[in-house]
């Protein structure tokens, strides 16, 4: 069993890695911070010319047909960067929603405008759990009605489409949604991390066909895969962010001088920086396993996906508040990039559920 990427996953990490820096600096993330899309729809076309979006769609939609794998080397190259884009929403959780729980001719519909950077997607996920819901949905006719409410949805002031969970007579559903359609409100909400999105959505008497109803597996399995991929990816994310603030915290020690030497030879900074490496090399072998295991699709996901996105979120943000100790006074700074890593970091912890309910997950599935 091989667990190292092969010459061509670090030839994507290399080439993701030097658009990202050229394209994406900070200087552009802070622009995008300040902007009411919250993303720039030139640089989401250019990913989509790079098969970005596509990544780990098969070809039969119109995707590019790699694996999960090789979509987690462009995600923890983007949280390197902290890549304003609705990647998240619409790559991962609504690609891998529609894919597991649509039929043939619903991916055909679906799927090749996700991957085109045409169609932006996302999942109104549950707040206390991936099959939790407050939307309902009522047979009229042959189609259905939605109503009710769906809070802190990952890019949904940006979406076209949003895959609904909702409560059916005989249990859960999901359902695709036009973001424009007649009784649907979208309200943007403020966030810690200007660079991710999220949005309150309404739904009131808003109308469904047949066909945009999924139907190929059952909901509750299809959400708690996604949710799964979701907590790999945030994983994925946190350790390329992980892994820029100890960059950017060991360049910071060997160059700030004090007391006529870099500040780098003082003990406190060098255990500092030292329990940072041991964090991210730890977190970095969690998040690579459990996409091992999310490409593989193997049963060891449904443990290893809360476990990986608990401790390697939890890594991160020590990470990014060891960053800004690093750096003093500056790192408390506006201008200073350290605070926009740090309310990354805090965000990725509660997304899809905190540490604590990560932890609970896998002690659940274990059994104990």
């Known amino acids: 069993m091989d667990f190292a990427f092969s010459e061509e996953q670090e030839f994507l990490r290399r080439t993701a890695r030097d658009w990202l820096d050229a394209k994406a600096p900070s200087e552009v993330v802070r622009r995008l911070m300040d902007d009411d899309l919250g993303h720039d729809p030139a640089l989401w076309s250019a990913i989509a010319d790079l098969g970005w979006q596509a990544m780990a769609i098969p070809e039969a939609y119109g995707g590019a047909g790699f694996g999960f794998l090789e979509q987690a080397v462009l995600l923890e190259e983007m949280g390197r960067a902290l890549f304003p884009s609705p990647y998240l929403g619409s790559a991962v959780l609504a690609a891998h929603a529609i894919l597991g729980g649509g039929d043939e001719d619903q991916r055909e519909a679906w799927l090749p405008g996700i991957a085109s950077g045409e169609t932006i997607a996302t999942v109104a996920l549950g707040e206390t759990g991936p099959t939790s819901t407050t939307v309902t949905a009522i047979r009229a ?111 910071y020690a060997k160059d700030r001088v004090q007391f006529g030497r870099p500040i780098g030879s003082f003990q406190a900074i060098k255990h500092l920086c030292a329990d940072m490496l041991v964090a991210v090399e730890s977190a970095t072998a969690a998040a690579y396993y459990a996409a091992w295991a999310a490409a593989e699709d193997d049963e060891e996901l449904a443990v290893v996906a809360p476990l990986a996105k608990a401790y390697c979120t939890e890594a991160y943000f020590q990470c990014a508040a060891a960053n800004i100790q690093v750096h003093g006074g500056i790192g408390f700074t506006w201008e200073h990039d350290a605070h926009l890593h740090f309310k990354r970091a805090k965000s990725s912890e509660v997304l899809l559920g905190d540490a604590t309910t990560q932890r609970l997950a896998v002690a659940d599935r274990l059994g104990i």
């Open 141 to 251: 006719g042959e189609g259905w009605v939605l109503d009710g409410e769906a809070r802190f949805v990952v890019d949904a002031a940006t979406a076209d489409l949003v895959v609904v969970p909702a409560t059916v007579p005989d249990g859960l559903g999901l359902f695709v949604v036009d973001v424009g359609a007649d009784g649907v409100g979208v309200e943007s909400l403020p966030t810690l991390d200007q660079t991710r999105r999220l949005a309150h959505l309404r739904f009131v008497g808003v109308q469904v066909g047949p066909g945009e109803h999924l139907v190929a597996a059952p909901a509750g399995d299809v959400l708690e895969r996604v949710v799964r991929l979701g907590s790999v990816a945030l994983a994925l994310e946190a350790v390329g962010g992980a892994g820029k603030v100890l960059e950017t915290s060991v360049q």
